[in-house]
């Protein structure tokens, strides 16, 4: 990952939260783990890049009578393990 993301809280530089390689979930918990002493945050974010996404068009044999489904993938992830997980 290229996100790199910091925050501090302005009133008090010392509390501080790096949420370097976190999921989203797990950001948010970090940033919440802030001391809400202050009305400012300082957020700092370094080279954030928007991951490339494809959409993959699934077609069943006629014989089966499937509607086609379609899945968003990001680029590199594992094609398979998307249509098990998805389909």
Excluded: H, W
């Excluded at 370094?46 to 996404?53: A, F, Y």
């Amino acid at each position: 990952r290229d996100e790199r993301l910091e925050v501090k809280g302005n009133d008090n530089p010392d509390a501080a939260v790096r949420t370097e390689c976190l999921d989203y979930d797990s950001t948010i918990d970090a940033i919440l783990s802030l001391p809400s002493d202050g009305d400012t945050l300082i957020v700092t974010v370094k080279r954030i890049r928007k991951k490339p996404k494809t959409t993959v068009v699934l077609q069943y044999p006629p014989e089966m009578n499937e509607p086609d489904v379609s899945l968003e993938l990001f680029s590199g992830e594992n094609l398979r393990r998307a249509m098990l997980v998805r389909g």
